[in-house]
């Protein structure tokens, strides 16, 4: 039988949502220890000529502890305005040009949609202690809400809609 969703996989909010324009948003911590991957997905909404940035940093504890960044290693998936499908960008981890964040402000600078980046724990510097992942929104210099969901896949413990993340 068919397993649901939340039998082996889970979610925890990146931020509720709210307005890029009032100030930046710092997303929650979450430990990539339980899961095997980790998709970020960020939606948001339309706009009169928002900048729209996202970065990424890996952390040494859940609150406080150092930080640093962590570079975006996987294609990511882009739908915006009136498209029905995701238009994937492709992103080479041999690529010189790998980057903690990624400016979005052509393709949700006017429109709402979604974007959805995929994190691996094997991304973070692990060898040091840097267990956990956040995301951050910069201040888009106009109105522009956004909200977010870490989708954590593939659980070492089932269900996995009882673990803490």
């Known amino acids: 039988?068919?397993?649901?969703?939340?039998?082996k996989n889970t979610l925890k909010q990146v931020a509720?949502?709210?307005d890029l324009n009032a100030s930046p948003v710092t997303g929650a911590?979450?430990?990539?220890?339980?899961?095997?991957?980790?998709?970020?997905?960020?939606?948001?909404g339309d706009s009169t000529g928002a900048a729209v940035t996202v970065s990424?940093?890996?952390?040494d504890a859940a609150t406080g502890g150092n930080s640093k960044a962590v570079n975006v290693q996987t294609n990511y998936y882009v739908k915006a305005g009136a498209a029905t499908s995701f238009t994937k960008t492709?992103?080479?981890?041999?690529?010189?040009?790998?980057?903690?964040s990624v400016d979005?402000?052509?393709?949700?600078?006017?429109d709402e949609g979604l974007v959805v980046f995929e994190f691996l724990p094997e991304f973070l510097d692990v060898q040091n202690g840097f267990a956990y992942l956040s995301?951050?929104?910069?201040?888009?210099?106009?109105a522009k809400v956004m909200a977010?969901?870490?989708?954590?896949?593939?659980?070492?413990q089932e269900p996995a809609y009882l673990e803490v993340l």
């Open 1 to 7: 039988m068919e397993s649901l969703f939340l039998e």
């Open 16 to 18: 509720l949502p709210a």
């Open 29 to 44: 911590r979450i430990k990539l220890d339980k899961g095997y991957r980790c998709a970020v997905k960020l939606s948001f």
């Open 56 to 59: 990424f940093q890996q952390h």
């Open 90 to 100: 492709e992103i080479r981890p041999d690529d010189a040009g790998l980057s903690d």
């Open 104 to 110: 979005l402000a052509a393709q949700f600078g006017s």
């Open 135 to 142: 995301v951050n929104v910069a201040d888009s210099t106009a």
């Open 148 to 156: 977010g969901e870490y989708i954590v896949c593939g659980l070492k």
